[in-house]
């Protein structure tokens, strides 16, 4: 996540660049950056998709971690209270 600044300023020099030097006509540079930036866009989805997938993962792990830790202690403390 902390490289998708990069990867997007990245992706926009290019086709910036990209436009500049292809000497094509103008059809056929609409149709490039029609199909260029669809994929920009479905990459975009995948990576903030997957972004998202992982938060979900560390948060899951963090309330799995929190419940243990919550429940030996009320573990512990029925022990103290036992004796």
């Known amino acids: 996540m902390k490289a ?7 992706l926009a020099v290019g086709a910036v ?5 292809a000497p094509e006509s103008g059809t056929k540079t609409r149709k ?3 199909s ?4 920009f866009f479905k990459d975009l ?3 903030l998709q997957s972004g998202l997938e992982n938060i979900k ?5 963090y309330v799995d971690s929190a419940t243990e ?5 009320v573990s512990q ?3 103290k209270a036992k004796q």
């Open 4 to 10: 998708l600044p990069g990867i997007l300023v990245g």
């Open 17 to 21: 660049v990209g436009l500049l030097l």
């Open 32 to 34: 490039r950056i029609s």
């Open 36 to 39: 260029e930036s669809d994929s």
């Open 45 to 47: 989805q995948d990576q």
């Open 57 to 61: 993962s560390q948060y899951n792990d």
């Open 69 to 73: 830790k919550t429940q030996d202690l």
């Open 77 to 79: 403390a029925k022990r």
